[in-house]
Nanobody, 124 residues
Framework: QVQLVESGGGLVQAGGSLRLSCAAS????????MGWFRQAPGKEREFVAY????????YYADSVKDRFTISRDNAKNTVYLQMNSLKPEDTAIYYC?????????????????WGQGTQVTVSS
């Protein structure tokens, strides 16, 4: 079993930055893919970014490319999402997720473990 705990959300003005953290515990294997998703009120949960535990392979949604950076610290079993140049449309609950399979995916239905989420609010 894998447990994921997000932190780092908050209120920030447009153009500002936040760094989200996802601390993982339990049996995390190097083959796992770690993803960040977000869900705004009244909208479906959407993919933001993913990274493999074992490598530096990363992928981003077009809406966050060149503004957000996903990274990991294997020694700390933690995945990060650095968010720069934030926009009001980035406002959402941000979730960390883990996928046990080898092939990275962008669909939330494919991920096996989820954190409780952290709120990010960007004011204009």
């Amino acid at each position: 079993q894998v447990q994921l705990v997000e932190s780092g959300g908050g209120l920030v003005q447009a153009g500002g930055s936040l760094r989200l953290s996802c601390a993982a515990s339990g049996r995390i294997f190097n083959s796992y893919v770690m993803g960040w998703f977000r869900q705004a009120p009244g909208k479906e949960r959407e993919f933001v970014a993913y990274i493999r535990w074992s490598g530096t392979n990363t992928y981003y949604a077009d809406s966050v490319k060149d503004r957000f950076t996903i990274s990991r610290d294997n020694a700390k079993n933690t995945v990060y999402l650095q968010m720069n140049s934030l926009k009001p449309e980035d406002t959402a609950i941000y979730y960390c997720a883990a996928d046990r399979t080898l092939v990275p995916k962008t669909s939330p239905q494919e991920y096996d473990y989820w954190g409780q989420g952290t709120q990010v609010t960007v004011s204009s």
